[in-house]
């Protein structure tokens, strides 16, 4: 069976590498996000990675904090991360580089974009930590952007619900799932599915994205082959 897509970016949250505890790594289930990573390049698929860090610190909840100060605690969040799933990803046997939006030359190397692209060529994962490098702006941002930017096929977005509904389904039991919705529908009827910066990246780029539930990893690797799982988003 030959997969969907050649090149993917997958967007993992930081909450999902804490587990139940909701805070720090659990190395359990970062395995098992990795072992999908691993048998979705075993597959021959080109994969990039930006994780987010709401698992060490949230910016946008630190109080009275200077804003842009709290996002750069944000963005070295994720560089933890990112080294944390790089490791494992390590153990496992695969071929990873580190790419951080802020220089620090001592643990990973500096986003560069042909860079980013030979090492995908060479069949390298590829983990872009520190978001944009920009305060004010998110992950979600950061991997609508790198999406665009390696020209990826698409960009996987890895949350805690099975797709898009159009409402809270955790609070609401009559909450409708999409199978399929356009960017401007998620900015035009606010469905937080991700913050309007970013969805305004995709839509403007012509970037699918498909929104799935990680609490089954093997999703990463079923949405890659052509499984239907979760909620395709696209500005056709």
């Given at each position: ?84 799933l790089a490791d494992v990803l390590e153990s496992l046997g695969c071929d990873v580089r580190v790419q ?137």
């Amino acid at each position: 069976m030959e997969p969907k897509f050649k090149r993917i970016l997958l967007k993992v949250s930081g909450e999902a590498l804490a587990g139940e505890k909701k805070t720090g790594l659990n190395y359990d289930i970062i395995t098992d996000i990795c072992k999908s990573i691993k048998k979705t390049a075993d597959a021959g698929v080109q994969v990039a990675v930006v994780v987010g860090g709401g698992n060490f610190w949230r910016g946008r909840s630190s109080g009275a904090m200077d804003r842009t100060r709290a996002d750069h605690i944000g963005m070295l969040a994720t560089a933890m991360n990112s080294l944390a799933l790089a490791d494992v990803l390590e153990s496992l046997g695969c071929d990873v580089r580190v790419q951080t939006a802020i220089t620090m030359q001592q643990v990973a190397e500096p986003y560069i974009r042909n860079r980013a692209v030979r090492h995908l060529e060479k069949g390298r994962i590829v983990i872009f930590g520190c978001g944009t490098g920009n305060p004010f702006f998110s992950t979600d941002t950061a991997a609508s952007l790198r999406a665009v930017e390696i020209e990826a096929d698409v960009f996987l977005k890895a949350t805690l619900v099975d797709g898009v509904y159009d409402k809270d389904p955790h609070k609401y039991p009559d909450a409708k799932k999409y199978s399929t919705l356009t960017f401007s529908q998620v900015i035009g009827e606010e469905l937080g599915v991700m913050d309007s910066t970013a969805a305004a990246m995709c839509r403007d780029n012509k970037m699918k994205m498909l929104v799935f539930d990680l609490s089954r990893p093997d999703n990463i690797y079923d949405a890659v082959m052509g499984e239907d799982v979760g909620t395709l988003i696209s500005e056709e």
